[in-house]
């Protein structure tokens, strides 16, 4: 009995630790297992990362669009947009007017002139699309210096709405590429970047020639004015051809030139086919036809009738 009961004992418990192993083997996870989800949680967290950055980018860029759209459709406005045409046909109808006076020798009405010529002048350098961006650049820059980036993100925003220049669009600078870059290098705060693409684009301006045309015509108003004080009036008619020529040659340049459209070269219509010439008939045989051959003349004389006959014989 006690035997009995001390085996029913030892198979209880031979049992018991089956079954906890049973279950721990069953309910724990190899080393392997583990390392596949944690690497999975963070492939999944890289991911999500990733989608939020490049959302992230994303909306910076539409406002980036939006911004430069606003400055765009701001600078196709009359109130935004100096009327830089106009401007040179203000200027050159004062340049003939200072012509003529140099010509009638009529210092006063010549220096009144010369005297609107100049702010005509300055008023054109001002406004001339190259120094526009690049008054907006040299402003974002300086910005820059001074750590006020938002300011500097407006002036570079500014610089780009001028490069839409709807009134001498000819001779506008390519900068918009770069004020773009630079406006987004901004936004991300890396300003070594962006003072960089800001330079690139400024040392565009500066090679604009329309500027350095405007700023020598400027110059020679200034002499202009000299010579009228002085009456130099040869000299005066040759400052006032250089006047022409230079503001002339930006207003050429600044005209655009409208290509005309090719003509579309008409077809010539296909040519009818020819008939084909039919077959003339044969000519027919020549029917042959007998000619009567004239009858062979009668050459045989007459003979003459006897002289009896011709006298008739008178009755006694």
């Known amino acids: 009995m006690r035997r009995t009961a001390c085996f029913g004992i030892f198979l209880l418990l031979i049992l018991t630790i089956a079954a906890g192993c049973k279950t721990t083997t069953v309910g724990a996870k190899s080393d392997d297992d583990v390392a596949a989800d944690a690497a999975s949680s963070a492939s999944k967290e890289r991911d999500e990362a990733l989608a939020a950055?490049?959302?992230?980018?994303?909306?910076?860029?539409?406002?980036?669009?939006?911004?430069?759209?606003?400055?765009?459709?701001?600078?196709?406005?009359?109130e935004f947009e100096p009327d830089f045409m106009n401007d040179i046909g203000v200027a050159t109808g004062l340049v003939s007017q200072l012509?003529?006076?140099?010509?009638?020798?009529q210092a006063k009405n010549a220096l009144?002139?010369?005297?609107?010529?100049?702010?005509?002048?300055?008023?054109?350098?001002?406004?001339?699309?190259?120094?526009?961006?690049q008054q907006h650049l040299e402003r974002a820059e300086f910005n820059l210096n001074t750590g006020d980036l938002p300011a500097a993100g407006d002036q570079v925003l500014a610089a780009a709405g001028a490069a839409y220049n709807p009134s001498a669009a000819a001779i506008v600078p390519d900068v918009l590429s770069t004020l773009e870059d630079a406006s987004m290098a901004i936004d991300a705060a890396d300003v070594l970047k962006a003072s960089g693409l800001i330079a690139k684009a400024r040392l565009k301006t500066t090679e604009d020639t329309s500027v350095s045309k405007l700023l020598a015509a400027e110059l020679t108003v200034l002499e202009a004015e000299e010579s009228i004080r002085r009456q130099a009036w040869p000299i005066l008619m040759a400052q006032t051809k250089e006047i022409i020529n230079l503001v002339g040659s930006v207003q050429t340049a600044a005209t655009p030139t409208i290509k005309p459209e090719p003509e579309e070269a008409e077809e010539d219509p296909a040519p009818e086919p020819k008939p084909e010439p039919k077959p003339e008939p044969a000519p027919e045989p020549a029917v042959e036809t007998e000619t009567a051959e004239p009858a062979p003349a009668d050459t045989s004389e007459t003979p003459a009738p006897d002289a009896?006959?011709?006298?008739?014989e008178t009755p006694e």
Do not use: F, H, W, Y
């Open 53 to 78: 950055m490049t959302a992230e980018q994303a909306e910076k860029l539409a406002a980036i669009e939006a911004k430069i759209a606003a400055i765009a459709n701001a600078a196709a406005s009359r």
């Open 99 to 105: 012509s003529k006076d140099a010509r009638e020798k």
């Open 308 to 312: 009896a006959d011709e006298t008739e």
């Open 112 to 133: 009144e002139t010369v005297r609107r010529l100049r702010g005509a002048i300055s008023i054109l350098v001002a406004t001339c699309p190259a120094q526009r961006i």
